[in-house]
């Protein structure tokens, strides 16, 4: 039997990544910020909830299909960005994007992508979102959205809850940083793991040299002309409403916000044009003292009131945590560490895995729930 057989849950996925991952790789998906209190409490959150299931129902030939931003999709998840996810599998942003649109969902590719935009709308297409960190230049960064407009992106996804970096002190401990570079830890932690050292890095060394971030301009990917415009592309922390006002004029697809937590920062995206926000704590990873995205999502969706899409991440482990998420108001989940586990694991067969368990996890919490559609799922199920 191989990895993937003896993998049946998320959790399974998680334990096997770990294995086969270096270290720092591993801690850099897997762990949050500072004393990880809000990465606790995310889960909590979810677990938290309880439903009051309805029976005797028929609750034969249930439909997991469902609308999102005006279009069909498989089931109501999104692949969150998730950055440098091709040193987790050679080349994993096309295993993601494959593995979306087989599932008929989309998948998000990250600023920090190791694959470029254009060549994942070439080799693959489906429905691409593109997550977009806005850079201190903000010529460079207008330039990356026409980039993608270009290419075929269905949605812009603004991420606007990471002003500055967040203290991840195992990072440093770890060695690691981006972009992928050698040090005497990281070298040692690579040679603990064979595996991912022939199949993921020696085949970038073999393609074209180390890692590069294939949506930055190639003087960013240049040793030599890096500390220049290194400083031009870091985290910004002067994002505000008329920049996504800027932002919607400039992008011709649908325009998410993703890191929002604060029901009056919602009402003030739409109004500004946005086509929808993400509920996002960015899975625990930046404020340790971040309100659970469980706990903030019904403010939001109240905020709202309908006028535009609610998506909520962070935490997403399970299909229940799915259907807890749509009786909440959400119009769909993002899910980001799941599915690089399963790349982590078996590349593109591992992100199907991940889906196909999380699509029949969804379909058994609905029947035993007492409904057949994505749109039976409301507030009553919830014990209030």
């Known amino acids: 039997m191989g990895v993937l057989d003896d993998c049946y849950n998320v959790a399974d996925f998680r334990r096997a990544a770990q294995k086969r991952l270096p270290k720092s790789l591993f801690e850099y998906i897997d762990r949050a910020t500072e004393d990880e209190v809000a990465v606790r409490n995310n889960r909590d959150a979810i677990e938290r909830i309880r439903i009051l299931p309805r029976a005797p129902l028929d609750v034969?030939?249930?439909?997991?299909?469902?609308?999102?931003?005006?279009?069909?999709?498989?089931?109501?998840?999104?692949?969150?960005?998730?950055?440098?996810?091709?040193?987790?599998?050679?080349?994993?942003?096309?295993?993601?994007?494959?593995?979306?649109?087989?599932a008929g969902i989309p998948y998000t590719m990250p600023t920090g992508s190791l694959v470029s935009f254009e060549r994942v709308a070439k080799e693959v297409g489906g429905r691409l979102w593109f997550?977009?960190?806005?850079?201190?230049?903000?010529?460079?960064?207008?330039?990356?959205?026409?980039?993608?407009?270009?290419?075929?992106?269905?949605?812009?996804?603004?991420?606007?809850?990471?002003?500055?970096n967040p203290i991840r002190e195992y990072n440093i401990r770890n060695g690691f940083g981006l972009p992928f570079r050698h040090s005497l830890t990281s070298l040692?932690?690579?040679?603990?793991?064979?595996?991912?050292?022939?199949?993921?890095?020696?085949?970038?060394?073999?393609?074209?040299?180390?890692?590069?971030?294939r949506n930055h301009p190639a003087a960013f990917n240049d040793a030599r002309t890096r500390p220049a415009i290194a400083p031009q592309l870091g985290l910004s922390d002067?994002?505000?409403?008329?920049?996504?006002?800027?932002?919607?004029?400039?992008?011709?697809?649908?325009?998410?916000?993703?890191?929002?937590?604060?029901?009056?920062?919602?009402?003030?995206?739409?109004?500004?044009?946005?086509d929808g926000v993400i509920v996002s704590n960015h899975g625990g990873r930046n404020l340790?003292?971040?309100?659970?995205?469980?706990?903030?999502?019904?403010?939001?969706?109240?905020?709202?009131?309908?006028?535009?899409?609610?998506?909520?991440?962070?935490?997403?482990?399970?299909?229940?945590?799915?259907?807890?998420?749509?009786?909440?108001?959400?119009?769909?989940?993002q899910t980001g560490?799941?599915?690089?586990?399963?790349?982590?694991?078996?590349?593109?067969?591992?992100?199907?895995?991940?889906?196909?368990?999380?699509?029949?996890?969804?379909?058994?919490?609905?029947?035993?729930?007492g409904v057949r559609t994505i749109g039976q799922i409301t507030a009553d199920l919830l014990v209030r």
């Open 60 to 102: 034969s030939n249930r439909e997991l299909g469902s609308t999102l931003l005006g279009k069909p999709m498989g089931m109501p998840l999104v692949i969150a960005p998730t950055g440098a996810a091709g040193l987790m599998w050679f080349e994993a942003e096309l295993c993601l994007a494959r593995a979306a649109k087989a």
């Open 131 to 164: 997550q977009l960190y806005v850079w201190p230049n903000r010529q460079i960064s207008y330039d990356l959205v026409k980039r993608v407009a270009d290419a075929g992106a269905e949605t812009l996804v603004v991420t606007v809850d990471t002003p500055v």
């Open 188 to 213: 040692t932690d690579m040679t603990l793991h064979p595996r991912w050292l022939f199949g993921t890095l020696l085949k970038y060394l073999i393609a074209d040299g180390m890692p590069k971030l």
């Open 238 to 274: 002067t994002v505000d409403i008329p920049e996504i006002h800027r932002l919607r004029a400039m992008f011709p697809g649908k325009l998410l916000v993703k890191g929002v937590m604060h029901p009056e920062d919602a009402r003030n995206l739409v109004a500004a044009g946005a």
């Open 288 to 333: 340790d003292a971040a309100m659970a995205t469980f706990d903030a999502l019904p403010a939001v969706v109240s905020a709202i009131g309908g006028k535009a899409t609610v998506i909520v991440d962070s935490g997403i482990r399970r299909g229940l945590d799915i259907v807890k998420a749509i009786a909440l108001g959400a119009d769909a989940v």
């Open 337 to 369: 560490r799941a599915t690089l586990w399963g790349a982590s694991v078996g590349g593109e067969a591992g992100v199907t895995k991940v889906l196909d368990v999380l699509r029949g996890e969804l379909s058994a919490g609905m029947a035993n729930c």
